[in-house]
């Protein structure tokens, strides 16, 4: 497996700003496992400048955890040991996290074999903790956190999050093993929860990473100032950085460019209008997220990335006129998209 990153150096690296998208799940046309173009994906993200990998999260699909599936080991252990391979031959810093999920035995249990795969980090999905206090779930925070470096995690409940005051996250940056914060809750006053528990803290050892893709650009280039202090969020950790990756990575340090700047450009905000109109495609916005799987799976398979759309649920389908959104945003936004960049290296990365 690849070396791991010492804590010192998985800080240092967050802080410089990556792009780190989320894995998604190749299935083939019968919904099977496809390694081949599983090994693809993770050679594009990593030949398109990411700076790391999240692996078991949503985009990977929960369901992989479940007994008639079992493909959680399998998935993290694929992806540690392809990363592996990559770094071998061209060695750079690269972060390996992995999506933990369930109530605290669960959690243990998966943070343990996450760490002796090689994985830096883990980003916490506390979906089953809606009927827990606060000071339960911070606890169960505190003893993975024992066990592998930690990733806030701020999930929007469309999709299995749930709400978490400014009170809970100001509990959660007192945990030592904490190393960043991604806020993915599509919420504008809920994300301010986040910045604010993390600058009132005064620890500058916790990263911000946007997860909201529905604002990654405006959340980018925000100078935020709470208690006397100013931060910007260093990168993005984002289902949406799934696709077009290698413009993602470029736009990133456009981005940083541009907030190192007395002035930033009005058309930055037009920028992000339009990448938030993308996303809205891909997501399924108008659907409260359906397809927002297979959104990402129709963009990959028209590149041939993917064989095809198919989820382990059956019933995660793109939505009517999903398909037909998709192509008008990506007509519409021809600078979002990396097509020429993976069709030049498409036949390399589906070689075994």
Not at 92 to 107: N, V
Not at 113 to 134: F, N, Q, T, V
Request: charged residues 20%; contains cysteine.
């Amino acid at each position: 497996m690849k070396n791991v990153m010492e804590i010192s150096s998985l800080r240092q690296h967050l802080q410089e700003g990556q792009v780190i998208p989320a894995l998604p799940l190749a299935l083939d046309t019968d919904r099977q496992w496809s390694a081949r173009h599983q090994r693809a994906l993770v050679r594009y993200y990593f030949e398109a400048g990411a700076g790391g990998l999240a692996v078991a999260v949503h985009s990977t699909q929960f369901e992989i955890r479940e007994p008639q599936h079992a493909l959680f080991e399998p998935i993290l252990r694929f992806a540690a040991k392809e990363l592996a391979s990559l770094q071998t031959k061209n060695p750079r810093p690269f972060s390996l996290i992995a999506g933990i999920c369930g109530k605290t035995r669960q959690a243990l249990d998966e943070a343990t074999l996450a760490r002796d795969l090689g994985y830096e980090a883990s980003l916490l999905s506390l979906a089953a903790w809606k009927d827990g206090d606060i000071s339960e779930i911070v606890e169960h925070c505190r003893e993975i956190a024992g066990i592998i470096p930690l990733i806030g995690f701020y999930l929007q409940p469309a999709v299995g999050g749930m709400a978490l005051p400014h009170s809970f996250w100001r509990q959660f940056v007192e945990i030592p093993n904490v190393v960043a914060i991604k806020m993915a809750p599509f919420n504008r006053y809920q994300t301010i929860d986040v910045v604010r528990a993390v600058m009132e803290s005064g620890r500058d050892d916790i990263t911000l990473y946007t997860g909201n893709d529905d604002n990654i650009i405006a959340d980018l280039l925000t100078p935020w100032v709470f208690n006397g202090r100013r931060q910007f969020i260093a990168g993005g950790l984002l289902g949406q950085f799934g696709v077009w990756t290698h413009r993602a990575v470029s736009l990133l340090e456009e981005i940083k460019a541009a907030r190192s700047q007395p002035d930033i450009p009005i058309e930055w905000l037009g920028k992000n209008a339009a990448l938030t109109d993308a996303n809205a495609a891909i997501f399924d916005a108008a659907n409260g997220f359906h397809g927002c799987l297979p959104g990402i799976h129709e963009v990959l398979r028209r590149q041939g990335l993917l064989p095809s759309t198919h989820c382990l649920n059956p019933r995660e389908v793109l939505s009517p006129g999903q398909a037909e959104e998709i192509t008008r945003v990506s007509k519409a936004y021809p600078w979002l998209r990396d097509d020429e960049f993976v069709a030049a290296r498409l036949d390399a990365w589906l070689e075994d």
